[in-house]
């Protein structure tokens, strides 16, 4: 993936400031430190384009993160790869791992604790999913401005 790359062995750049894209352990702590990087990105884009990453997106963004980062490292082992990108009128997350099993948003049951993620993700975002050589793809695309 071009684009910024920040990842546990050193930050490095080589891309456009409005991308951004981090390896992550596939440990349960790589959930905080996921929307900690999606925050900082956001925040250095803001500075760059105030009218594009309003703070309402920061917050929908972390949401949208923590959600798509807790199912790949509940569900598939190993690293995940996240990628964030300013483009057009949205934010596109995407969220990479090894499992090649599609995620599927369940009926709504208010009677069930848990295993909500994906219906809040598709609640605020428009969520495409990609069965990839290996593992999967997901990407959800905030609108920047409300609709």
């Known amino acids: 993936m071009a684009g910024q790359i920040n990842d546990t062995e050193g ?3 080589d891309g456009p400031d409005d991308e951004a ?3 992550l352990s596939g440990a349960g702590s790589c959930i905080a430190e996921a929307r900690h990087r999606t925050a900082a990105f956001l925040t250095r884009t803001e500075g760059r ?3 594009r990453v309003p703070g309402r997106v920061v917050s929908l963004a972390e949401l949208v993160v923590s959600e798509l980062v807790t199912n790949a490292c509940k569900y598939a082992p190993g690293p995940i790869q996240l ?3 300013v483009a057009g009128d949205a934010l596109e997350v995407e969220v990479w791992d ?3 099993v599609l995620p599927t948003a369940s009926d709504a049951d208010p009677e069930r604790v ?3 993620g994906l219906e809040v993700v598709k609640a605020v975002a428009h969520l495409t999913v990609l069965r990839e050589t290996v593992g999967k793809r997901v990407t959800a695309r905030i609108l920047l401005s409300p609709a």
């Open 98 to 100: 090894s499992d090649p």
């Open 49 to 51: 384009h105030p009218s």
């Open 11 to 13: 930050d490095r750049c």
């Open 21 to 23: 894209s981090f390896a």
């Open 114 to 116: 848990g295993r909500h």
């Open 83 to 85: 990628r964030l990108r």
